[in-house]
């Protein structure tokens, strides 16, 4: 099995700055595909960002598009999601997400492994 661990989430001010960190563990496939989604108080996890095995391709939801940037550091089995120009409407638990696909997924379901969360509170 895989484990996942995010770190970095804070308080920030609108307009303000995060880098969130995912470190994965255990059985890690050779090859693998990362992800991050969100989730606030009353809605629906939705799909923030998306990179491929190697970093070669990556996806973003529109809403972040712009302003925030996924990497992945695959000598530290690690994710990160840079996040600029924070906005109220940016709060939100963050996931860190493994599938066993190589391509990028951009979807719930397409994904094998999740990290427990952290909070990302953007004050306005």
């Known amino acids: 099995q895989v484990q996942l661990v995010e770190s970095g989430g804070g308080l920030v001010q609108a307009g303000g700055s995060l880098r969130l960190s995912c470190a994965a563990s255990?059985?890690?496939?050779?090859?693998?595909?990362m992800g991050w989604f969100r989730q606030a108080p009353g809605k629906e996890r939705e799909f923030v960002a998306a990179?491929?095995?190697?970093?070669?391709?990556?996806n973003y939801a529109d809403s972040v598009k712009g302003r925030f940037t996924v990497s992945r550091d695959n000598a530290k089995n690690t994710e990160y999601l840079q996040m600029n120009s924070l906005k109220s409407e940016d709060t939100a638990v963050y996931y860190c997400?493994?599938?066993?696909?190589?391509?990028?997924?951009?979807?719930?379901?397409?994904?094998?492994?999740w990290g427990q969360g952290t909070q990302v509170t953007v004050s306005s």
């Open positions: 255990g059985r890690t496939p050779s090859r693998y595909a």
């Open positions: 990179i491929s095995w190697n970093g070669g391709i990556t």
């Open positions: 997400a493994a599938s066993r696909a190589i391509g990028v997924v951009s979807t719930h379901r397409g994904y094998d492994y």
